[in-house]
């Protein structure tokens, strides 16, 4: 993908100088532990910043290194990463902690292996905690850059590619909490504030976005206030509850079914008609 020197020097010059300004000051940006940085990136998959925030600190005080995770039981990492949702997020860091108690790989590829992690956590952790200069694009990321030079939201490939392309290999952690920050503030999905962007004049966007969006479906959405609404009866008990007690507070008939899904991704132990929270 072509982008003019120019262009490429001017983003990157107005981007990392508005960063100067006004960037967010968040916790996760104040370490380069990667483990705390793990733990940020993963709060942060589809939940938003504010909800995230105190769950961090909480999360932190209760498990501070990889070492005190790895010695909890899930259930417990479950209690603490309530009211985050997408619990399947906790077992996995909780399967990173057992297989990794000692400390992270450094590599984009080591860390990708890791459970539930994937290829833009992998890359951000890299970057973030080791300082890597690799190339990925969160939605954020994929909407400014898109917008900037090709006039609309990216792909994936194409925002990694403009980032490979245009982003600062020095300023690494600096340029991405960047583009990040500008996308959660500014270049809005819905009424962009374009008026104050900092790469006004040299952006490509007319006011309409083309990119099309996957919506999901409701059947798959409602599973999952169906699967929230298990997992917070769980944790609110500490003997475990009935799925008699559960198909009555819940009053769906898609209970039973989720139970067994849980049961199958390690989220909860059933035993003699009662449900609970792993105990290892």
């Not at 009424?191 to 900092?198: H, I, K, N």
Request: net charge positive.
């Amino acid at each position: 993908m072509y982008v003019s020197l120019t262009v490429s020097a001017t983003l990157r010059r107005r981007v990392l100088s508005w960063y100067g300004r006004s960037g967010r000051d968040l916790p996760w940006r104040r370490t380069r532990d990667p483990y705390r940085v793990l733990v940020s990136e993963v709060m942060l998959q589809q939940t938003q910043v504010s909800r995230v925030l105190p769950a961090y600190r909480r999360f932190l005080r209760r498990f501070p290194t990889l070492r005190a995770l790895s010695r909890a039981p899930l259930g417990k990492v479950l209690r603490e990463w309530s009211g985050l949702g997408y619990n399947r997020r906790a077992r996995d860091l909780h399967r990173v902690a057992r297989t990794h108690a000692s400390g992270l790989p450094r590599t984009v590829a080591g860390l990708d292996a890791l459970p539930g992690v994937g290829a833009y956590t992998a890359s951000a952790v890299a970057c973030f905690a080791f300082g890597e200069p690799t190339a990925f694009a969160d939605t954020n990321i994929r909407r400014v850059l898109g917008r900037a030079v090709l006039g609309h939201t990216a792909t994936d490939q194409e925002a990694i590619e403009l980032d490979r392309v245009i982003g600062s290999k020095r300023e690494g952690a600096r340029w991405h909490h960047a583009l990040m920050d500008i996308g959660a503030t500014i270049c809005l999905t819905r009424r962009p504030r374009c008026d104050v962007c900092p790469v006004r004049g040299v952006c490509e966007y007319d006011g309409v976005d083309r990119s099309s969006r996957r919506k999901q479906s409701p059947f798959v959405a409602s599973d999952r206030r169906v699967r929230g609404a298990i997992m917070r009866q769980l944790v609110s008990s500490s003997r475990g509850v009935t799925m008699a007690t559960l198909r009555r507070g819940i009053n769906d008939p898609r209970v039973a079914r989720l139970v067994g899904v849980l049961a199958q991704e390690g989220l909860v132990e059933v035993s003699s008609g009662s449900v609970r929270l792993p105990t290892r």
